[in-house]
């Protein structure tokens, strides 16, 4: 395989785990008995929002999509399609911000309001993922050049990213952050406290 398609399938298999966290969590939270930990909440959509929004998806527009244009026009339409839903998926983290300040301020109410538009965000952004892998990838392969290749692992690689100032080794931490503030079964931190 090549390595900047595993780079790809690595970053769609930790956004993949952050959203599942986020759904099982939120799923939770609908337990009125369970006071939940909105920072928890806070950090996997502030992850959502910055690495998949911010980092993953302007690469693939500039590099893997583009490359993939250059070599074959005809993947025009499936290209247009996906990079819509980056631009969809944009607007929709910003909604589930809302709906999550919304649900903060609400709690004890809002629980399942806001596990809906969690579950759906967290769809959306599969069905994306999927369709990259299943569609978009194996009609690169086709179509790229071994130099294609190098330069698209190295636009993923990088560790120095010209947008905003994120750094890939801030995301890692983040994500450790997450996995130690989400109870069990999604992560390491303290359980719940009873809703009083
Ligand atoms: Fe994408
Ligand atoms: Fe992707």
Known sequence: MQKAIGIIYD???S????LSGLKSLAQMARDGSLRPDFSVFRAMIYYIDAFPER???PKE???LFARLLQRDPAARELVDALQ???VTGARLVRDLE????EYEQTWPGGAEKFSIAVAAYAQFHWNHMRREEADLIPRAEKALTAEDWDAIAAAFAANDDPIA???EKDFKSLYQRILNL???PVGLGEPWKAAT
């Open 182 to 184: 989400a109870p069990a």
């Open 11 to 13: 970053e769609h298999r």
């Open 98 to 101: 809302q709906a999550l300040l």
């Open 165 to 167: 100032d994120l750094r």
């Open 84 to 86: 819509a839903e980056h």
């Open 61 to 63: 527009d500039a590099h």
């Open 55 to 57: 980092m993953h998806h």
């Open 15 to 18: 956004i993949s785990a952050v």
